[in-house]
């Protein structure tokens, strides 16, 4: 998540989790520190070699200067928190979903949301209090209703390309993240949200995604651990599940050890963009210093869009809140009660991820409240009575709630690409699905960036022989 403006504190990041997490890596247990001892450590580089700043920490930013280094290019992440990963990317629902690739600019949205206004616990849930940034988000998102379909099925196909990159890189880096790849069960209380389901499975298809239809009591044999009556379900035995923190801290190790430099505490102040290079001002323990980049690519979650103003670029990202529990499954039986395949309640919009043998994780909500991250009880309740009806077996005596900010574009489609000036570049807005595109994403801007520079040095050349 974003270094820098809007400086808003995560909710319970840095204060209420460890300061640091440990993770297997290459065989041993490495530390998931970001800065080294001398935050202003320089490398020995190749002068020639092209120097760009990522902007973020998050999984996009890790993902992002990851996939820059492997091309060869001379890499420094700016992160704001003393770590990788310590907001949107530190525990979210778990799913790398591209059976949820379904965006939400449709009616049937908007006339949920407005029959939820008015009730606390509803899965959808806005701030009547109107503000310019929202109304605009909003407007925009109508806009977008008629490119429902074809949204929908650009989604699945990003969800499905970044699934060889991600798997490869946890391969290859040797990042062990709780990974399950026992698909995810799509489950439906009633006829109409069943019927919609088929439809949308014909969308997914186009984009390439497979997924079955299944009879209740195929659900059971599915994951025999729910409870409840339900008329069916789908099943996407191509998707996964896994811990986004443990995944992007592992990664930002990789990434340091293939010559990304890591300012982490690092407030990035001003951004600026211009025929000679891109400047980042930024501050590390109230020491301001200012470097040159040949670009800039901003990964900075729902910070992006004043980082953007400041490049001449519009960005509309807007913090959708976002919730979750993980449950400890401290006891045998809540272990053997607790289910090993990701779920996804269509009626309460909650999904569900195993995490390990001793965590089972369950997120969802949307709420538009601005940039707030408080961690409301009304709006964990709701979480923690569907672990109690749908597994009853699950002790929730120790459960730890969750709030983070999804930046969401109000198409929903990520901002990947080029901006107005020479040498920027954004990566942001990827809303509910983050991790499960971040790693498409990430190869497709570092593929954009490179071509730039290289394209770049040949218009000089060709200058200079002339």
Partial sequence: MPSGAPKEQAAGADRATPRISQVPYRGGVRRARCAASNPFLHWDRNPDMKSIAVIGGGITGVTSAYALARRGLDVTLFERHRYPAMETSFANGGQLSASNAEVWNSWGTVAKGLKWMLRSDAPLLVNPRPDWHKL???????????????????????????????????????IQFDEKQQGILHIYRDKAGFEHAAQVSKLLAQGGLQRRAVTPLEMQAIEPTLAGR????????????????????GL??????????????????????GEDGTRVAFAIDGVEEARRFDAVVVCAGTASRAFAAMLGDRVNVYPVKGYSITVMLDDAASRASAPNVSLLDDATKLVSSRLGADRFRVAGTAEFNGFNRDIRADRIAPLVQWVQQCFPGVSTRQVVPWAGLRPMMPDLMPRVGPGKRPGVFYNTGHGHLGWTMSAATADLIAGQVQAALESGVQRRRAVLAA
């Fill in 230 to 249: 339900f008329y069916g379900g789908f099943f996407t035995e191509s998707d996964s599940t896994g811990d986004i923190h443990k995944f992007t801290v």
């Fill in 136 to 174: 605009s988000w909003f407007a925009e998102f109508l806009a977008a209703i008629p490119r429902y379909e074809a949204n929908t099925v650009a989604s699945a196909r990003l969800a499905i390309a970044a699934r060889q990159h991600l798997f490869g890189w946890a391969r290859e880096e040797g």
């Fill in 252 to 273: 930002a190790q990789a990434a340091q050890a293939r010559g990304v430099q890591m300012l982490c505490g690092a407030d990035v102040r001003r951004l600026e963009a």
